[in-house]
């Protein structure tokens, strides 16, 4: 079964950046869509950004947009989004997620199959 792992979350002042990766380590990421995800206390999961198994399509939350960048490296399996201008809402457990079918992105969190244990960002002074 894929598994996959979140890593470079941590604690970083407002208007700081952070990258955190999404790794698989027995199966190969790139037949499918990979979408980051996150969970602050006391809400809803929601969709952050996605991108489709080439890389040449993605989506982002309109709360992200301009500040967050998704990409991905097929060559080292690997799944990155880029965060600058953090805020404090931006708090939350980052997840990432892959699913199919790999050409479409989506935002859904029920629409993806596989799901990282998450890695914690927090924003704060």
């Known amino acids: 079964q894929l598994q996959l792992v979140e890593s470079g979350g941590g604690l970083v002042q407002p208007g700081g950046s952070l990258r955190l990766s999404c790794a698989a380590s027995?199966?190969?990421?790139?037949?499918?869509?990979i979408g980051w995800f996150r969970q602050a206390p006391g809400k809803e999961r929601e969709g952050v950004s996605c991108i489709n198994s080439s890389g040449g399509s993605t989506n982002y939350a309109d709360s992200v947009k301009g500040r967050f960048t998704i990409s991905r490296d097929n060559a080292k399996n690997t799944v990155y989004l880029q965060m600058n201008s953090l805020k404090p809402d931006d708090t939350a457990i980052y997840y990432c997620?892959?699913?199919?079918?790999?050409?479409?992105?989506?935002?859904?969190?029920?629409?993806?199959?596989?799901w990282g244990q998450g890695t914690q960002v927090t924003v704060s002074s």
């Open positions: 997620a892959a699913s199919f079918p790999a050409t479409i992105t989506s935002l859904i969190p029920y629409e993806y199959d596989y």
């Open positions: 027995e199966f190969t990421l790139n037949y499918y869509r």
